[in-house]
């Protein structure tokens, strides 16, 4: 089961990797393989839906989804700007050729982005690693994905902590002179590297003192499970690559 | 797994002539150590910070020179196996070692997955990686906890996982460097009931590093004290009366040494430097406090202890004005000078050299600098990377450049935390210094004979709030039956 983390910690929406997988994999081939804009609104209102059904996370996904929007739009307003060929339909220069072009690529780039920030949010790191081990690659690179995972949270506090020392020293930059632009990089990485290395030290050998690595293969005590969630998001994923291969022949807009 | 069976050596863990040098410094950290461990020991390991305890712990699990490189010489055999030179994933099978940082250590995203790593990577199958992972979260009482995620526990709750991991590797040998050092009184007992019952109901063999002998006094442990990495004393431990005589503690301050409460009453009395009014403070949904008043005036030493969890830290937060309340007031005049010492010494070291960390507090005279380093026992290390130095001298060096601003008042986010006892005491007159001229400090540590010995008020965190004198709270909290909050219980032991 997928699970998406809302930070409590509660699950709050469920789905498994293999189908995660699918579906981003539906939702990126679909936008690329469907020609014009009508696919490629309805595969971006799917994603949204789902965002949203799993209301836990979707704060921090709309929250997350603000800057791609932005740039999206900036997409949409820098090709129509650059595109002369077709009518003109606004403001005596933007053509409705510019217009399509500009949606259909502010429209792909959200839908890339928005599918990819969805799976992350509802894939559970350590499914994901079990299932692509599964898949083939060896369990000990393949956990370096769980671990990367663990360390975001870690680096993220260590940098709060650090500007709170700052703060509470009177440290204080003016990022305009290079100077201290620089002094502030020293002040604020050093501490937060010196922390990492340690950490990275001391979860190399927690993992080694529990004996990982000392054989070819592991025990995977979960099963990977498969539900209808899994079943449906597989469909869905199906069916919108199946519409987008329908609009590229017959090419709608 | 493990090969080369030495038949000279006799049962048990033989360490023989050991010595570890980490590169690029001149003075060993394990000096010829030769100790033999025998089956179902409890074995304490103490001594000052740097001493080698947990190089030596280390060096037995493997991760020295694996994981840290450095240069050993001497020889280890478990049951007439030689261990050095083994890779520690093979050693772990028989060997355990739970860390000192148990944040470190965790490398899943789920509790039940955490205990299960270690089972699986031996490849065992599916159904007795299931009990053993069982089994280690009820022998460490954290059962409830199993579908919870990594991220979310409190200190207390991941110390008992990082043991529940060990524990399900199912190796007889237990290592665990400072198990408690994170732990509220509750937490530390507990931590010491599981560490008895290891010994006795499951002939385990447990070596522990520990400040903290009291507790451990019925289980009869042999102490083992390591000093500059040599051996320096070994005794079996029977009664209170051996532990006294060891004098381990010699010198540690005494509870309730400090004023009479009348005093810190006066001192209350006077215009208080912060003043907290009907506080209330929560993340999410959670409630730390509410209605909280309490005000520090000139010269008097606060100090905070509860439970893990509680707010402590969060209590600082909001006098150090890095949170802001949900309700209340703390009001604190921006313009009075602020030192803080934060739990960890590495988040507030920035500089190249000492010299110039100074000069972040505006210290810049060469011999104003050199006489704070003799005062923080740091002399002639001017000109040396701060990042060089180890644990306690990191914590000298900020408890000083926190202080050489000369704060009216200071906050201390448990300062003794792996700490030796000379570097306890040094801190300790640190503070009474600040607070005979006149600054205002509060101090949150887990330590409660510490927090008797040097506060004029106690503020007690917890389901109930208690405030008062040491006295006061120390004996409310008695009538409460929380006896693990009270110093006498970890001077006498139960």
Known sequence: MIKILAPSGRTTCASGPVSGLLFLGGCVSAVLVASGITVKGVVLVVVLAIAHRCAGSMAIFARKLRFVALFSLVLLVSQALSVHVGHVVLFGRITDQGLLLGAEMALRFLVILSSSLLFVAMTDPDELTHALIRAGIPYRFGFVLSLAVRFVPFFSQELARVREAQRLRGITFSYRRPSELRRAIYYTFVPVLVSGLVRVDAVTMSMKGRAFGANQRRTWSRPLRWTTTDTSLAILSAVLLAVSIVARRFQWI | ?494
């Open chain 2, 1 to 494: 797994m493990l090969s080369a069976r030495d038949c000279t050596q006799s049962e048990g863990l033989r360490i023989k002539n050991l010595s570890v040098r980490y590169p690029r410094r001149n003075i060993p950290a394990l000096c010829c150590v030769d100790e033999l461990i025998e089956h179902g020991e409890l074995v304490v390991l103490a001594g000052p910070s740097g001493s080698g305890k947990s190089t030596l712990c280390r060096t037995l699990s493997g991760s020295v020179p694996d994981v840290i490189p450095a240069d050993i010489q001497g020889g280890i055999w478990l049951d007439g196996t030689a261990l050095l030179g083994q890779d520690p994933s093979h050693i772990a099978s028989v060997l355990g070692y739970v860390q000192q940082d148990p944040d470190a250590q965790i490398c899943t995203l789920n509790v039940w997955q955490e205990v299960a790593f270690g089972p699986e990577n031996l490849c065992l199958p599916v159904e007795e990686v299931r009990t053993r992972v069982h089994a280690a979260l009820s022998e460490v009482g954290i059962l409830d906890l199993q579908q919870r995620s990594t991220t979310t526990l409190s200190g207390g709750e991941m110390q008992r996982l990082a043991i529940a991991a060990i524990l399900a590797m199912g190796s007889e040998w237990i290592f665990l460097d400072e198990p408690t050092a994170n732990l509220d009184p509750d937490g530390a007992e507990m931590i010491f009931r599981v560490l008895g019952d290891l010994r006795r109901q499951q002939g385990r063999t447990v070596t522990v590093v520990e400040h903290r002998l009291a507790p451990l006094v019925s289980y009869a442990p042999r102490v083992i004290v390591l000093d500059h990495g040599r051996v320096v004393e070994r005794r079996q431990i029977r009664s209170h009366y051996d532990l006294a005589e060891m004098r381990l503690r010699a010198g540690w301050p005494r509870a309730r040494s400090k004023r009479s409460p009348a005093e810190g009453g006066e001192c209350s009395r006077r215009t208080p430097l912060v003043n907290l009014v009907d506080v209330g403070f929560g993340y999410g949904e959670r409630t730390l406090f509410e209605h909280l008043s309490m005000s520090i005036g000139r010269g008097e030493v606060a100090s905070v202890i509860g439970p893990n969890g509680c707010g402590k830290t969060t209590l600082l937060r909001l006098i150090a004005g890095l949170e802001t309340p949900r309700d209340g007031i703390v009001d604190r005049d921006g313009s009075v000078p602020l030192g803080f010492v934060a739990q960890h010494p590495h988040h507030q070291i920035f500089e190249r050299t000492i010299q110039r960390e100074y000069a972040i507090d505006g210290i810049h005279d060469p011999l104003e600098v050199d006489r704070l380093l003799a005062e923080a026992r740091l002399d002639g290390l001017a000109g040396v990377s701060p990042l060089s130095l180890s644990m306690g001298e990191q914590r000298r060096l900020t408890v000083s450049t926190a202080l050489s601003r000369r704060p009216d008042l200071l906050l201390l986010d448990e300062p003794f935390i792996g700490q030796d006892r000379a570097n306890v005491i040094w801190v300790l007159s640190q503070i009474r210094k600040a607070s005979e001229r006149g600054a205002g400090v509060v101090l949150v540590s887990h330590d409660v004979e510490l927090v008797a010995s040097i506060s004029d008020r106690v503020v007690y965190l917890g389901d109930t709030v208690q405030m008062g004198s040491p006295d006061f709270v120390f004996e409310a909290l008695a009538a409460q039956g929380r006896h693990a909050y009270t110093p006498g219980y970890w001077e006498e032991g139960r």
